[in-house]
């Protein structure tokens, strides 16, 4: 479903932020990406969307080599990718429903299938009952929910995530994941870029770690740190590791 | 790709809308630029039908009495045609004059009907091979029976012809840079529209939105501000005409009183009015779409 091929990209005048990646990630696959601030999860994230494109490598994504990819059927691409983002970017003056709707109606999806797949979508995020309200009478967590709503509304092939926990508290953030792995078992390919170590090591699922731009571990069922050999692990950084039991009581 | 014409007339509406002032700010600029290039044109056509009888560099014309014996006129035109100072010269008989005479008067009906083919003089039009001769043509003919008089275009026309020349090129020029200055205001209405809708614009290329989907309803926005404008103008040309062709019937206004405008060249210069309005509109809001709606 995406493929990355030895991908290397580097923004104007820095140091790369992607190193000679090449992962591959299968049809409704659950994937982690985690690593530090400034690894290149968003950098990834966005040369899959086709907003950036890379220096060298090639990148496979629903059977489209993007680099090759004319300008103009971009969003014809991008109409198989979903979006989630840590601000959720819901439009304010719109109610829910006509937020998950716009997905739709700016493809020039008829009618018929704004009435019959917005109320589906918004009974899988469960805040049917919450169509009319505006962004800001909703909490975080249902925020976001209606921007996953918004995001599958279309039946996406592939689901981004960045950080879609990033602004919620962590009881919420294990329901946000649970809804995401959920639509991952419908065959959409989820790949969730986070710093929420908790719900990593929770959910044990394939976990791509990105380091300074270069892909160190690739780990099926992974946590959310490297498992390292016991004589080099600080006592802070083992601290650190430890789950937050709150997270933890959220996603049971 | 389905552009559907609801959401199309609801986001333009919209916009329109939102930036009312700007839009009113840009409708003003085309209508008065527009206005302007619609009286210059009017100005061009009602000299051109003043001036019917001397196109072509015509310099002279050699008016015949209306009764004058064909034997007369016949030797009249074999004089031009064995003059060496005579370049050129066509005849236009008393059916030719009866029209152009139409054409001139056309405002004036009453003058019309109250003239027959039969009381027009027919007369001879003349290019010298040098402009200074003309005059030596002038007086050689003058003598001949049957001439009426002799008109040279130099008085006729020249200072009808630099007054309109002079103003239409005021006219033209001043619309030149306010039609710029329209197009620029309509590139930052779009401009201003596009930056309040910055998070929608960013949502729809993000779900897979098509640029043309997402630029129509700012370039639909710009054409109508364009139009418009170009609707205003052409309400200017309009009442402009009608007030140039009353004042020739009720005043003496020498000087303009042979420039006629007919109903058709009105046409085709609004015509020209809306088109550009148009394009002025089209071409703004193609600027405003292109550097600010880049994927
Ligand atoms: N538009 C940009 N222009 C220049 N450099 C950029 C740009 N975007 C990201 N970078 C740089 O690329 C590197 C990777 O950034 P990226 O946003 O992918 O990291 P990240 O893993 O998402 O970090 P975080 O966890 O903080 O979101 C960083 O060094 C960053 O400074
Ligand atoms: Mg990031």
């Known amino acids: 479903m995406i493929r990355l091929d030895n991908v290397t990209k580097t923004y104007k005048g820095t140091v790369p932020a992607l190193r000679d990646c090449s992962v591959e990630i299968g049809r409704g696959e659950f994937v982690f990406l985690v690593g530090p601030s400034g690894a290149g999860k968003s950098t990834f994230i966005r040369l899959i969307l086709r907003e950036e494109t890379p220096d060298r490598g090639q990148i496979w994504v629903a059977g489209w080599n993007i680099c090759r990819l004319r300008h103009w059927k971009v969003p014809y691409l991008r109409r198989n990718i979903g979006c989630v983002f840590q601000d959720f970017r819901l439009l304010p003056n719109k109610s829910v429903f006509a937020n998950v709707a716009f997905a739709l109606e700016v493809i020039g999806r008829p009618k018929s299938m704004v009435t019959a797949q917005v109320p589906q979508a918004l009974d899988l995020v469960g805040l049917r009952e919450k169509w009319d309200c505006l962004p800001s009478e909703l909490s975080g967590g249902e925020q976001q929910r209606v921007a996953i709503a918004r995001a599958f509304v279309n039946r996406p092939l592939i689901l981004l995530a960045d950080e879609p926990t990033g602004n919620i508290d962590p009881g919420t953030s294990a329901e946000v994941t649970r809804l995401l792995d959920r639509i991952s078992r419908t065959g959409t390919t989820v790949l969730m870029a986070t710093h929420n170590d908790a719900i990593v090591n929770t959910m044990r699922r394939r976990v791509i770690e990105l380091d300074n731009g270069v892909v160190v571990r690739d780990e099926d069922e992974g946590a959310y740190d490297a498992p390292v050999a016991p004589y080099d692990v600080p006592d802070a950084v083992a601290a650190s590791v430890e789950p937050t039991s709150a997270g933890v009581e959220g996603l049971r | ?295």
Not at chain 2, 81 to 108: H, I, P, W
Not at chain 2, 166 to 173: G, H, T, W
Not at chain 2, 197 to 219: D, Q, S
């Open chain 2, 1 to 295: 790709m389905a552009l559907s014409l609801d959401y199309v007339a609801r986001e333009t509406g919209t916009n329109l809308w939102r930036n009312r002032l700007m839009t009113v700010a840009a409708v003003l600029t085309v209508a008065v630029s527009l206005s302007l290039v619609g009286a210059a044109l009017l100005l061009k056509q009602g000299v051109s039908t003043a001036t019917t009888r001397w196109k072509g560099g015509v310099q002279l014309a050699v008016f015949m009495q209306p009764q004058a014996p064909p034997d007369q006129t016949r030797a009249v035109g074999d004089k031009l045609g064995s003059m060496q100072l005579v370049k050129r010269t066509t005849f236009c008989d008393q059916a030719c004059s009866y029209k152009e005479f139409r054409t001139m008067f056309a405002n004036q009906p009453d003058l019309v009907q109250s003239a027959a083919p039969a009381d027009l003089p027919p007369s001879f039009r003349v290019v010298a091979r040098d402009a200074n001769h003309v005059q030596q043509v002038g007086s050689t003919l003058k003598p001949f029976a049957g001439v009426r008089n002799v008109v040279y275009a130099k008085q006729s026309v020249d200072t009808l012809l630099r007054v309109t020349g002079i103003a239409q090129a005021v006219l033209l020029s001043v619309a030149v840079v306010l039609l710029a200055a329209a197009a620029v205001l309509i590139l930052n209405a779009i401009r201003m529209a596009i930056f309040a809708r910055r998070r929608e614009v960013a949502v729809m290329k993000l779900v897979g939105a098509t640029n043309w989907f997402i630029r129509v309803p700012y370039m639909l926005e710009g054409v109508i501000q364009g139009l418009g404008g170009a609707f205003v103008a052409v309400c200017v040309v309009a009442v402009v005409s009608f007030l140039l062709r009353y004042s020739v019937q009720h005043y003496d206004v020498t000087l303009f009183q042979s420039i006629v405008v007919s109903g058709h060249d009105l046409f085709l210069t609004e015509l020209a009015v809306l088109l550009m309005g148009i394009v002025v509109g089209a071409g703004g809001s193609a600027l405003g779409v292109r550097r600010f709606l880049e994927v």
